[in-house]
């Protein structure tokens, strides 16, 4: 069985910094891209940042130049980097693997993580 181990959300003050990790659990043989979403109050979830198994990245406009996806292939985890955060970035993220496999040979696609609030506040 996979799992998605989400971690590192919280209260931060405006300006303040905080990094996201998701970690791929289980017998795991490849994992394709990954992308963290947020979902604020009554708004869709919408993508934030995402990242290829070959570690192309992309991002939504009003994170560039604050926010760092990387991923680390090894391990299985991912990370998102966010600085100078706003209010407006307050909302649930959360983490998606479009595709892994495991050893057995079974797929597990458009898989999601539980959701990490984050909460930006003085």
């Known amino acids: 069985q996979v799992q998605l181990v989400e971690s590192g959300g919280g209260l931060v003050q405006p300006g303040g910094s905080l990094r996201l990790s998701c970690a791929v659990s289980?017998?795991?043989?490849?994992?394709?891209?990954m992308g963290w979403y947020r979902q604020a109050p009554g708004k869709q979830r919408q993508l934030v940042a995402g990242i290829t198994s070959g570690g192309v990245t992309t991002y939504a406009d009003s994170v560039k130049g604050r926010f760092t996806i990387s991923r680390d292939n090894a391990k299985n985890t991912m990370y998102l980097q966010m600085s100078s955060l706003k209010p407006e970035d307050t909302a649930v993220y959360y983490c998606?693997?479009?595709?892994?496999?495991?050893?057995?040979?079974?797929?597990?696609?458009?898989?999601w993580g539980q959701g990490l609030q984050v909460t930006v506040s003085s």
């Open positions: 289980g017998s795991i043989f490849t994992v394709g891209a």
């Open positions: 998606n693997i479009d595709r892994v496999q495991d050893y057995s040979g079974r797929y597990y696609l458009n898989y």
